[in-house]
């Protein structure tokens, strides 16, 4: 009896120490359990949300917040750090060339011309920035500012493909404009042009930004030009062939794989004029 009873009582006691340590066991869970949910609602907090959505939702109260446009493929929002960068993406079916130039049009909303100081007579052509109203339904729609770099990019006049003063342009005019594949996350966004046309008369078929796949090429039907992300161009007969800002003399032989050229053609977009820039 001694032994039965003192066998009771330390049951007892066992099975009242063990539900303690469960209880202390199962507060201590829940307890690390709000803990990492706080923390983690708190990293939540301090980094950039996406939010997914057709509809352009209120991102003033999260200022890194991200907005993924599903209908065009674009992310809008303020990022922290706007070098960030994002590739064009192409319509789900279509494929993507990243060599070939990005196509956009409109018309133009302002214009920012860099100032040339007048003491430095050697420094290179002003560059600048296009603010447009972009009505492609490509690479973010709406306002866009395209900057241009003297050191790569072209403004040329539609006709006959000579430069033009950025100070020239005027609000409101139209424009068509060649761009790189790299766009920034800010809000307007933001890209460098490769090549941007304007005075376009009305009704006038403005020309073509392209860059060369490969030499031009002789088929049974003429002489072929390849360009990345384009068609096949055909060349007419008595095709024009022009270098951009210099006398020197140049061919058809002088194009290959990168060369970047203007072309113009007729309605059955066979090439008649060809601006070949220097590499």
């Known amino acids: 009896m001694l032994i039965t009873g003192g066998c009771g009582r330390?049951?007892?006691?066992?099975?009242?120490?063990?539900a303690e340590t469960t209880t202390a066991e199962t507060t201590a869970a829940v307890t690390t359990a709000e803990e990492t949910a706080v923390e983690r609602d708190a990293a939540d907090s301090s980094e950039s949300a996406?939010?997914?959505?057709?509809d352009a939702p209120d991102l003033s109260a999260a200022p890194g917040a991200v907005w993924f446009d599903k209908d065009t493929m674009?992310?809008?929002g303020n990022i922290a750090d706007t070098s960030a960068t994002e590739a064009e993406t192409a319509p789900a079916g279509e494929e993507t060339d990243a060599a070939a130039p990005v196509k956009v049009w409109g018309t133009i909303v302002s214009v920012e011309d860099d100032e040339i100081t007048a003491d430095e007579p050697d420094v290179p052509p002003a560059g600048g920035s296009i603010t447009v109203d972009n009505q492609s339904d490509v690479s973010s729609p709406g306002e866009m500012i395209i900057?241009?770099?003297p050191a790569h990019s072209v403004v040329v006049d539609a006709v006959n493909g000579l430069p033009v003063e950025l100070s020239d342009l005027e609000e409101g005019e139209s424009f068509v404009a060649y761009l790189g594949p790299a766009?920034?996350?800010?809000?307007?966004?933001?890209?460098?042009?490769?090549a941007v046309v304007v005075k376009i008369p009305e009704d006038y078929k403005a020309p073509v930004f392209v860059f060369s796949a490969g030499t031009v090429v002789d088929t049974d039907n003429g002489k072929l030009l390849d360009a990345y992300g384009e068609q096949d161009y055909m060349l007419a007969d008595d095709?024009?062939?022009?270098?951009y800002l210099t006398r020197?003399?140049?061919t058809l032989d002088?194009?290959?794989?990168?060369s970047r050229c203007l072309i113009w053609t007729d309605e059955y977009d066979t090439v008649t004029k060809l601006v070949l820039f220097a590499d």
């Open 10 to 18: 330390n049951d007892a006691a066992a099975a009242g120490s063990s």
């Open 50 to 54: 996406v939010v997914i959505s057709n």
């Open 74 to 76: 674009t992310a809008h």
């Open 147 to 149: 900057h241009i770099d």
């Open 183 to 194: 766009m920034t996350m800010s809000l307007p966004p933001q890209t460098t042009a490769y």
């Open 239 to 243: 095709v024009e062939v022009l270098p």
């Open 248 to 250: 020197n003399i140049v």
């Open 254 to 258: 002088d194009v290959h794989d990168g």
